[in-house]
C-alpha cells in the first residue's frame, strides 16, 4: 500500500520556523517529481513548491519564494520542507504528494500527482 506521511505541523510565532517531513513507503519514489501544497480554510489547494527526482532543481509559488526550501533524500524516500520567516497568512494545512514519473519536470497542478499524503497543520501566529 502506497502512503505517504507528513509530520512536523505546529504553531509557531510569526517569524520562526518549521521543518516539515514526508515519508512515503510501498513504492520507490526516485522517479517522481515531489511537492508540497497547502489548503487554507475556505480556499482551493495551492502549489507551495516541487523538486525534481534527482534533487538538483526546485520551484517555488513567488509567495514563498526566499523563505520555504525543498528537499528530498531519496535514500530514505522522504522529501523535507524548511520553512522560514513564517507569516501569518502561511498558516494553512500542508500536504506532500508524488507526481509518478514526472521527475523530469516541476508540476504545479494538483491534479498531475497521483499520490497525497494526510495532511500537516502549521499555524502561525501574529
Known amino acids: 500500500q502506497v502512503q505517504l506521511v507528513e509530520s512536523g505541523g505546529g504553531l509557531v510565532q510569526a517569524g520562526g520556523s518549521l521543518r516539515l517531513s514526508c515519508a512515503a513507503s510501498?513504492?520507490?519514489?526516485?522517479?517522481?517529481?515531489l511537492g508540497w501544497f497547502r489548503q487554507a480554510p475556505g480556499q482551493e489547494r495551492a502549489f507551495v513548491a516541487v523538486?525534481?527526482?534527482?534533487?538538483?532543481?526546485?520551484y517555488y509559488a513567488d509567495s514563498v519564494k526566499g523563505r520555504f526550501f525543498i528537499s528530498r533524500d531519496n535514500a530514505k524516500n522522504t522529501v523535507y520542507m524548511q520553512m522560514n520567516s513564517l507569516k501569518p497568512e502561511d498558516t494553512a494545512v500542508y500536504y506532500c504528494?508524488?507526481?509518478?514519473?514526472?521527475?523530469?519536470?516541476?508540476?504545479?497542478?494538483?491534479?498531475?500527482?497521483?499520490?497525497w499524503g494526510q495532511g500537516t497543520q502549521v499555524t502561525v501566529s501574529a
Open positions: 504528494a508524488a507526481a509518478v514519473l514526472k521527475g523530469a519536470y516541476y508540476p504545479r497542478a494538483p491534479s498531475l500527482y497521483d499520490y
Open positions: 510501498g513504492r520507490t519514489f526516485s522517479n517522481d517529481a
Open positions: 523538486i525534481s527526482r534527482s534533487g538538483g532543481s526546485t
